[in-house]
């Protein structure tokens, strides 16, 4: 997936999940790699590492279901037998799910969201939202690639955070897992092959990326390094900007 925006009046170029070698002459355009999984050495690029998770999806649902651990398998059979929760795809707006993300954001302190993710993304974008008695709770956000055939999850939002009851907390969350779950059944059934979780921290020494990280593993992904390339010309601009 290849995206342009202009900065300035100048083209930047962001190519996601690229799966071949870097090419030479894009290091000489504003130009980066993200989420790749190639490792290469290229004098035109900066490199970064990273980790993420992802779920294979060439095997059969029942075999993905199972692979899960058990808190996720039981928190996904709870809610399928909950006739008061409903999820829909696609079944808010751009506008609406920037609305409903930046009032997740004021409560965990979060840079507000200011352009819409279709504009982003190219249109390349999936929500699936959840609702308890037709109230909105919970919308995930997924980036597709229709010809590399991958998907990401990118955002979960929910209302977890402005609830002090603590049984509601926990059907939030479990509601989370069901729909995770739903769009692994989406993508599968679109002939998708890979479900990327959207990166996987590593990181032992703090609890809250631990905490995420275990919630990530409990979907019995395969942890992979994942690549970042910016071309020098970018590197240089993005330093410039941040000066000022």
């Known amino acids: ?12 170029y962001k190519n996601r999940f690229e799966n071949k070698i870097v090419k030479v002459r894009n290091g000489f355009l504003l130009y980066e790699y993200i989420d790749c999984t190639v490792e290469t050495k290229n004098p035109f690029f900066i490199k970064r590492q990273q980790y993420t998770i992802i779920n294979n999806l060439d095997s059969n649902l029942d075999s993905i279901f199972s692979s899960f651990k058990k808190i996720s398998r039981n928190c996904i059979n709870k809610i399928l037998k909950r006739e008061d929760i409903t999820y829909k795809f696609n079944n808010v707006t751009d506008e609406e799910f920037r609305i409903f993300y930046n009032e997740f954001a004021k409560q965990k302190n979060f840079p507000m969201m200011q352009n819409t993710l279709s504009s982003s993304f190219n249109g390349n974008v999936l929500y699936v939202s959840a609702y308890i008695d037709d109230e909105l709770s919970n919308i995930h956000v997924y980036i597709f690639d229709n010809d590399k055939k991958i998907a990401r999850f990118l955002h979960s939002v929910s209302t977890i955070h402005g609830i ?3 049984t509601k907390r926990n ?6 897992r069901y729909l995770y779950w739903q769009a692994i059944v989406y993508f599968s059934e679109q002939d998708y092959l890979t479900m990327d979780m959207g990166g996987y921290s590593n990181d032992e020494n703090d609890k809250a990326k631990v905490g995420i990280d275990q919630y990530k593993k409990s979907f019995s992904g395969e942890v992979i390094k994942i690549f970042f390339y910016q071309s020098l ?12």
């Open 233 to 244: 010309p970018l590197y240089i601009l993005s330093k410039i900007k941040s000066l000022f």
């Open 171 to 176: 059907l939030i969350g479990c509601i989370n």
């Open 1 to 12: 997936m290849i995206l342009r925006k202009k900065v300035f009046g100048m083209n930047i």
């Open 164 to 166: 002090d009851d603590s």
